[in-house]
């Protein structure tokens, strides 16, 4: 979602889960750091009902509207452009995928990085679970170090691309620019004590150019 989500969800089951969704969703909002506004955004009223389903935007920096029903949908998505209310939006469908398993599919644009703000927030109102990657197999970008072979598995192809900084495993589908972002924040913004830091002259040595040149 930090890019786009999309989403389907179908059966009897989804539909039986739908209330504990919507309880997990209202516990969600209630802590989230940045709160939703109203499905058109701003302070307008949320919509969070087993009826009328969970409908919300941003409530100062609003993009699309994220809706969930009861009601079966072949394809939905939502784009929030990284707005702050995507830390919601990403937190709920974590725990949709927990409450109704097989019976709703999510996919992104981004990684499951992409997600983190959802993760903190999950971990905030169940800090006993860990927030699992509810993306279907063959689209889930980032996977934990026990789930792939030598930097990544997908549909028994090879990643696009991998970061060439060396120690550094992880591989990006599909954007180039997820995996410049990634060398960007990752390793040539990042503490220099920290494992992973390139040094001004390092970067310029693997071909990754002056850090000055990417803002």
Known sequence: MGYAGAF???????????PKIVEDATLIIANAKNPPGGPLGG???????????IRLNGLYEDY???????????FEFCKTARAPYDETVTAILIRAKVRAGSAIKISSDGDWS??????????????????ACPFERTSCKDYDDDDHDE?????????????PV?????????????LMAHITNVHLTADEKKPGYVSPEEAIALGLGSIDARF
């Open 8 to 18: 389907s969800f179908y059966s009897e089951k989804w539909a039986a889960a739908f």
């Open 43 to 53: 302070n307008g009223p949320l919509t969070v009902s087993s009826t009328d389903g």
């Open 64 to 74: 699309e509207p994220f809706e969930l029903t009861a009601a079966p949908v072949d």
């Open 114 to 131: 992409d997600w983190q703000d959802g993760m903190d927030l999950i971990a905030r109102v169940w800090p006993k679970e860990k927030a």
């Open 151 to 163: 930097g990544g598995y997908r549909e028994g192809k090879l990643p696009d691309w991998a970061c």
């Open 166 to 178: 060396p120690g550094c495993h992880k591989t990006f589908w599909e954007r180039e620019d997820n």
